[in-house]
């Protein structure tokens, strides 16, 4: 069965880089793109852009670009969201979502949390 | 792009029905066959409940349904139950080939 397994929560202070990693398995890893999506405190869904698992290409939405990237590793069929220069508002649960215009699996979430 | 527009909350009884909606625009919800809803619950994973407008992955109880007319799709729950209490959250493509949320919709049965 298809899962989408994230890494754990995160702590960091602002200024600093953060890495969240999503495995997927259950499938052909390169069949399908990886969403990133955040849901900040209190808030709801905001899509943050997809990635292209076979190409590596990604596609960031308006206000996460700079600071955000995505990237993969179809050795260990696992897709990564690396955020730097992290400030407070960047306090949320970050989850991958397959399937770019579907969101048909998703993650647990990962907690990130920027504090001083 | 700003976020599709769903009511902040909707109750009911269980064994009712309710409705969420979730309106949009010409360039993305009147626009796109892909409109998509979740459901999340605290917790846990969010759930695909309907794809492409009124598709129901394989698993996802009858009870839940799906349409669209213009630039507003909807999301119907047959028979409530206890079970189905969450946030509910539409999403759809756009013509820019871009991607959007609804606000979110909390479900409470009642």
């Known amino acids: 069965q298809v899962q989408l397994v994230q890494s754990g929560s995160e702590l960091k202070k602002p200024g600093a880089s953060v890495k969240v990693s999503c495995k997927a398995s259950?499938?052909?890893?390169?069949?399908?793109?990886m969403n990133w999506v955040r849901q900040a405190p209190g808030q709801g869904l905001e899509w943050m852009g997809w990635?292209?698992?076979?190409?590596?290409?990604?596609t960031y939405a308006q206000g996460f670009t700079g600071r955000f990237v995505f990237s993969v590793d179809t050795s260990v069929t696992t897709t990564y969201l690396q955020i730097s220069s992290l400030k407070a508002e960047d306090t949320a649960i970050y989850y991958c979502?397959?399937?770019?215009?579907?969101?048909?699996?998703w993650g647990q979430g990962s907690l990130v949390t920027v504090s001083s | 792009q700003s976020a599709l527009t769903q009511p902040a909350s909707v109750s009911g009884s269980p064994g009712q029905s309710i409705t969420i909606s979730c309106t949009g625009t010409s360039s993305d919800v009147g626009y796109s066959k892909y409109v998509s809803w979740c459901q999340l619950h605290p917790g846990k994973a969010p759930k695909l409940i309907i794809y492409e407008v009124r598709n129901r992955p394989s698993g996802v109880s009858n009870r839940f349904s799906g349409s669209k007319s213009g630039n507003t799709a909807s999301l119907t729950i047959s028979g409530l139950q206890a079970e189905d209490e969450g946030d509910y959250y539409c999403s759809s493509s756009s013509a820019s080939g871009t991607a959007v949320f609804g606000g979110g919709t909390k479900l409470t049965v009642l």
């Open positions: 990635i292209n698992t076979r190409t590596g290409d990604p």
């Open positions: 979502a397959r399937e770019p215009l579907k969101f048909d699996y």
């Open positions: 259950g499938y052909t890893f390169t069949t399908n793109g």
